[in-house]
T-cell receptor, first 114, second 113 residues
Framework: GAVVSQHPSRVICKSGTSVKIECRSL??????MFWYRQFPKQSLMLMATSNEGSKATYEQGVEKDKFLINHASLTLSTLTVTSAHPEDSSFYIC??????????FGPGTRLLVL | KQEVTQIPAALSVPEGENLVLNCSFTDSAIYNLQWFRQDPGKGLTSLLLIQSSQREQTSGRLNASLDKSSGRSTLYIAASQPGDSATYLC????????????FGSGTRLLVRP
């Protein structure tokens, strides 16, 4: 149980385009979803926390207009990287919670911006 | 501000060795501490979770300890195998309404056959 999926697993895009990443909780309803970013050989850094039906809460230094998060249902959250640039290339990981004290992580999405 | 540090950053050992990975954190007001494994290009696999009131947790060849007062945790791996090669991440969960996870930068482990 408690499986979280992400789609796509890998994406390559041109600079200036937008990319959408989906995060789904497959066998449970997630009241809260988290989005993390991980640069090579670095730790996971929390970008934002989203609760179903409400606006996401962004961490300090994360541009909310650049990283659009939508949590429209209890099983789906999306992260859209708008006008992507090479420095946005990273590994993006989501996690989902039934209650915030436990997080189940997705397999991650590798984004490469050319 | 909570900071989590893991030492060493990288470790290479021959198969069969027992090894210890270290994690330290600056704020002892934590809800729990969790150890994860991450294979290259993959997501996280939870290994062990220690509640703040606990001293250790064991799962198979893995044993994690927690000394909250000193801000330290160790992950002990017994009889290491090549399949244990991965990055090991330590994360503390904040003891506030957010319960956010704060991650260390990880220890990259290579177990040589």
């Amino acid at each position: 149980g408690a499986v979280v999926s992400q789609h796509p697993s890998r994406v390559i895009c041109k600079s200036g385009t937008s990319v959408k990443i989906e995060c789904r909780s497959l066998d449970f309803q997630a009241t809260t979803m988290f989005w993390y970013r991980q640069f090579p050989k670095q730790s996971l850094m929390l970008m934002a926390t989203s609760n179903e039906g409400s606006k996401a809460t962004y961490e300090q230094g994360v541009e909310k207009d650049k990283f659009l998060i939508n949590h429209a249902s209890l099983t789906l959250s999306t992260l859209t990287v708008t006008s992507a640039h090479p420095e946005d290339s990273s590994f993006y990981i989501c996690s989902a919670s039934i209650e915030v004290k436990t997080q189940y992580f997705g397999p991650g999405t590798r984004l490469l911006v050319l | 501000k909570q900071e989590v540090t893991q030492i060493p950053a990288a470790l290479s050992v021959p198969e069969g060795e027992n090894l210890v990975l270290n994690c330290s954190f600056t704020d002892s007001a934590i809800y729990n501490l969790q150890w994860f494994r991450q294979d290259p290009g993959k997501g996280l696999t939870s290994l062990l979770l220690i509640q703040s009131s606990q001293r250790e947790q064991t799962s198979g060849r893995l044993n994690a300890s927690l000394d909250k007062s000193s801000g330290r945790s160790t992950l002990y791996i017994a009889a290491s195998q090549p399949g244990d090669s991965a990055t090991y991440l330590c994360a503390v969960r904040r003891k506030d309404s957010s319960y956010k996870l704060i991650f260390g930068s990880g220890t990259r482990l290579l177990v040589r056959p």
